[in-house]
């Protein structure tokens, strides 16, 4: 199974974090793959269809098909909410058909992108569409500066609504409409992935996990261990083996 990403264009360079491409070979049985959280909602061409895969709070497996070729958007942090033109926080943890969400809208859309030839064109169709739905101006900029102070070593989530000069309740309601869920589960999700990134150091000895929960800010290695099975249902040990198989 091939897996790859690829730089969305420059249009949509702040919306959009990556294009991606999964192809399961045609001599390949059915099969299934373990998707980690990332803080981000993507929108996918599958099978003909138009699915938006919600925002995960924790590891979830989805199967895939002899032959399938999916094509995703995957929506930076603080976009889908604006993107959608509903709250992000309402597709959560759950994949739903876009034509649910936008009726003829996301029919119109599948249209275009069934009469399209390869997946240059796919794709731009699709980053058009995300560019054309953005409501009332854009994602919330508050919120795309709270993300950008997340998920580092030495970040302070008790610390963000004021430094923003906004409540603690404002943050949290501004980031269920935009990212999905709070800025505490964001930041761990983020810090999360950075260590995700790390596995494949681990895997190959060029790392070890008490260096890595240092770097990466976590409070000992005792803490990312909690937070890397809490997210991926897995112990770090467990994840950089994954990584290597």
Known sequence: MAYRELAPSGDVYSLVACRWVRQTPEDEGADSVLVLPDGCVDLLWREGELVVAGLDRSARTTPVAAGERIL?????????????????????????????????????????????????????????????????????????????????????????????????????????????????????????????????????GESDLARVAADLGYADQAHMARDCLRLSGLTPVQLAELWSS
């Open 72 to 204: 995703g958007l995957r929506l930076r942090p603080g976009v889908a909410g604006s993107v959608l033109g509903m709250p992000a926080s309402e597709v959560l943890d759950v994949h739903v058909r876009l034509e649910e969400l936008l009726g003829p809208a996301a029919e119109e859309l599948a249209e275009r992108l069934a009469e399209t030839k390869g997946d240059v064109e796919a794709f731009g169709v699709m980053e058009e569409a995300v560019g054309t739905r953005i409501q009332d101006g854009g994602p919330d900029p508050l919120v795309l500066a709270a993300t950008r102070r997340l998920g580092f070593p030495g970040s302070r989530v008790d610390e963000l609504a004021e430094s923003l000069g906004i409540s603690d309740r404002q943050l949290r309601r501004r980031f269920h409409q935009s990212v999905g869920y709070g800025p505490k589960t964001l930041d761990r999700v983020l810090r999360f992935r950075r260590l995700v990134a790390q596995a494949g150091a681990v895997a190959a």
